[in-house]
C-alpha cells in the first residue's frame, strides 16, 4: 500500500473522530434552572436563600449541562454553601444582584461552593457584600479572640473551573476566598471596597495550585491579592491595583505545618496609590516553611509606598518578640523591569530574616522614582542586580 495513501487515511480518521467528539459535545442534555422559578423574589427584600439552594439541589442533581440563572433583579440571599460533587458541569450565570444579610451574621462566608467540578460563575451581576453594615464589628487588630465576619465569596475543593465578569462590591471580610483548589481561572472581575474598610482582600488563595488571575481590576482596604501557605503555580497577569495594600505572598509562617509558596508569576500589573507594592511577609516568630520560585515582572508603580518589600519581621498587632528571627526561607526571587513613582524614600526594602537570610535574590532593570533622593535598605540578604539600578541597589550586592 501506498504509504502517501495510509497517511491521507489516517488523517481522514483523525479528523473524523474530532468531528465526532464535537458533535457528542453539542448533544449534551443541557436545562436551565432560574431561581425565581423556584420561589426567589427580586426585590431585594424578601430571603431567597431557601428558592437558591433548591435551585442549585436541582441543577446539581441534572445528568447533564446545567445552568442556575440568577436573572435581573436584587435577590436578598444568605449565608448559603452549594455543595458537590455535582453530576455534571454547572452554570452560575449571575446577571442580577445577590444581596447579603446586614450585619455581622457569626459565618465564615455568606455564598460557598464546594467540592464542585466544571463550575463556571459569571454573567455581569453583582455580590452586594454590604460591608458597611459590619466592618464596625471588626476589633481583630486590637482583639486576639475577635470573630471573622464572612467571605462573600468562598470556593473551597472546586477544580477545572472558571470566575469570569462579575462584581464583587463591599464585602465585610475577604472578597472571595480560594481554597484547596485546582485549574481555576479568574478574569474580568471587578472587585470595589473603600480604602478604610478592614481586611477586605480582594482575591485570597491558600493551598491551591495552577490558577491564573487576569484582566481585573481591584480597589480595596487590605491586599489586592494575598497568597498564602500551599500557593502553587500562581499567575497574575494584567491587574489594576489601587486603593489597597498591594500584592502580597503572606504572611507566612503563623500555623504549624504550613505548605511552601511556589511557582508565583505576576506579571504585567498596575499598582496605583497602595500602601505597598510587591511585598513577601513572614512573622517574626515564624515556624519553619520556604517561599520559592517567584517572579515578579513588568510591573508599574504609581505613587506606591515601599513598591519591592521583604518584610520578614511582619507583626501588624506590634506585640511580637524582635529578638527571634524568622523561620522562613526565601530564596530564587527575581523582581524584573519594575518602573515607576515610589511615595517612600525606601524604594527597594529587603528585610530577611537573621536565621535564614533571602537567597538568589535577583533584581532587574529597576527604576523607580521618589519625590527626592529615594534609597535602599538590604538587611541579611543575598542578592545580585543588573541593567538600570534606580535607586542604586549597591546595599544590596
Not at 218 to 237: F, M, Q, R, Y
Not at 282 to 287: D, G, M
Not at 309 to 326: E, M
Request: charged content about 20%; glycine content about 10%; aromatic content about 8%.
Amino acid at each position: 500500500m501506498d504509504l502517501r495513501s495510509l497517511s491521507c487515511k489516517s488523517c481522514i480518521v483523525v479528523i473524523f473522530l474530532l468531528l465526532l467528539v464535537n458533535d457528542v459535545r453539542a448533544y449534551i442534555p443541557t436545562k436551565r434552572f432560574n431561581v425565581e422559578a423556584f420561589g426567589a423574589v427580586g426585590n431585594g427584600r424578601t430571603d431567597s436563600s431557601k428558592a437558591f439552594l433548591y435551585a442549585f439541589t436541582r441543577a446539581c442533581q441534572f445528568n447533564g449541562y446545567s445552568i442556575l440563572l440568577v436573572p435581573k433583579g436584587t435577590f436578598l440571599v444568605g449565608p448559603v454553601v452549594f455543595k458537590g460533587p455535582c453530576r455534571g458541569p454547572i452554570d452560575f450565570q449571575l446577571r442580577g444582584i445577590m444581596r447579603a444579610p446586614a450585619g455581622a451574621v457569626g459565618m465564615d462566608h455568606w455564598i460557598s461552593f464546594r467540592y464542585i467540578d466544571r463550575l463556571m460563575i459569571y454573567g455581569g451581576g453583582i455580590l452586594d457584600g454590604r460591608g458597611e453594615t459590619a466592618w464596625h464589628y471588626n476589633d481583630c487588630s486590637r482583639n486576639s479572640n475577635c470573630q471573622s465576619l464572612p467571605v462573600s465569596l468562598r470556593l473551597d475543593f472546586v477544580t477545572n473551573s472558571v470566575v469570569r465578569g462579575i462584581t464583587s462590591l463591599n464585602s465585610k471580610n475577604f472578597h472571595m476566598n480560594i481554597m484547596g483548589c485546582t485549574n481555576l481561572r479568574m478574569e474580568r472581575l471587578h472587585i470595589i471596597a473603600p480604602a478604610e474598610s478592614p481586611n477586605t482582600d480582594g482575591v485570597h488563595l491558600g493551598y491551591s495550585e495552577h490558577i491564573r488571575i487576569s484582566d481585573s481590576i481591584i480597589a480595596t482596604g487590605d491586599d489586592c491579592i494575598s497568597l498564602g501557605p500551599g500557593s502553587k503555580n500562581i499567575e497574575v497577569l494584567g491587574v489594576t491595583c489601587g486603593p489597597g495594600h498591594g500584592i502580597s505572598i503572606g504572611s507566612l509562617g503563623k500555623y504549624q505545618n504550613e505548605l511552601d509558596v511556589s511557582g508565583i508569576k505576576v506579571r504585567n500589573c498596575v499598582l496605583d496609590g497602595t500602601d505597598n507594592g510587591l511585598r513577601i511577609k513572614t512573622w517574626a516568630t515564624s515556624l519553619k516553611s520556604k517561599v520559592h520560585d517567584i517572579t515578579f515582572e513588568d510591573v508599574i508603580m504609581n505613587n506606591v509606598y515601599n513598591p519591592i518589600f521583604i518584610d520578614q519581621q511582619y507583626c501588624p498587632g506590634g506585640n511580637c518578640d524582635n529578638s527571634v528571627s524568622s523561620s522562613v526561607q526565601i530564596q530564587d526571587v527575581m523582581f524584573r523591569r519594575i518602573r515607576g513613582t515610589s511615595k517612600s524614600q525606601a524604594a527597594v526594602n529587603l528585610r530577611c530574616s537573621r536565621l535564614y537570610p533571602c537567597k538568589n535574590i535577583k533584581l532587574a532593570d529597576i527604576n523607580l522614582s521618589y519625590k527626592g533622593p529615594a534609597n535602599t535598605t538590604c538587611l541579611n540578604v543575598q542578592a545580585s542586580a543588573w541593567g538600570l539600578q534606580k535607586p542604586d541597589l549597591g546595599a544590596c550586592i
